[in-house]
């Protein structure tokens, strides 16, 4: 494989995204397919770790999170979730057939 092409990330299922570790143009795709995926397997309350920096990465989660219609609300996690390095997010629950 060259070095131009890219191998998929495999990023485990679990209610927890932690972005340290990806580019900032990829989050907001990522994020909506991340919870995408949550909702499919009906894991309703997740977290994005995103850090507590300058507060970019921050407010790009949280503008992807505003357009995307399977988000029910969000917030700062509190000091046992990471404070505002993160984000709670609540899920509304998939329907069959539709988002």
């Not at 999170?65 to 988000?71: C, F, H, I, T, Y």
């Not at 505002?84 to 057939?97: D, E, F, M, N, Q």
């Amino acid at each position: 494989m060259g070095a131009d092409e890219m191998k998929p990330v495999e990023i485990p299922i679990d209610g927890t995204l932690d972005l340290h570790t990806f580019q900032p143009r990829e989050v907001a795709a990522l994020v909506a397919d991340y919870i995408a995926e949550c909702r499919r397997l009906n894991i309703l309350t997740i977290r994005i770790i995103h850090g507590k920096g300058t507060g970019a990465l921050r407010r790009t989660v949280h503008a992807a999170l505003e357009q995307l219609p399977g988000v029910a609300s969000f917030r700062l996690a509190d000091e046992t979730g990471g404070s505002w390095g993160a984000t709670l997010v609540s899920l509304k629950p998939a329907h069959r057939g539709g988002p």
